[in-house]
């Protein structure tokens, strides 16, 4: 088993920031690429950003690249997102996410473990 455990969130106004932290346990990190999803009242979880095993490759959804930078720290078991120019669209409960096979790194399914998650809140 592999455990995830969020946290940064919280309410920010429209052109801020946040930095969400994810911190793992209790199998190998290294070996897990991560993601991190989103979800909105009302709508469907969907992806935001994602980093392979070794960190040398990243994947972005359009709505948050050039905004929002992924990264990890093996040697500390640990992945963040970095979110700058926040926006009320941005609003939604974050959730990290690890896999062994990210065949398909933007879908939902090709996750195996799951955060409890961090509520972002963007104001106006």
């Known amino acids: 088993q592999l455990q995830l455990v969020e946290s940064g969130g919280g309410l920010v106004q429209a052109g801020g920031s946040l930095r969400l932290s994810c911190a793992a346990s209790?199998?190998?990190?290294?070996?897990?690429?991560m993601g991190w999803f989103r979800q909105a009242p009302g709508k469907e979880r969907e992806f935001v950003a994602a980093?392979?095993?070794?960190?040398?490759?990243?994947y972005y959804a359009d709505s948050v690249k050039g905004r929002f930078a992924i990264s990890r720290d093996n040697t500390k078991n640990m992945v963040y997102l970095q979110m700058n120019n926040l926006q009320p669209e941005d609003t939604a409960v974050y959730y990290c996410?690890?896999?062994?096979?990210?065949?398909?790194?933007?879908?939902?399914?090709?996750?195996?473990?799951w955060g409890q998650g961090t509520q972002v809140t963007v104001s106006t």
């Open positions: 209790g199998r190998t990190f290294s070996t897990y690429a």
């Open positions: 996410a690890a896999s062994q096979d990210p065949a398909y790194f933007s879908r939902l399914a090709t996750y195996d473990y």
């Open positions: 980093i392979s095993w070794s960190g040398g490759t990243k």
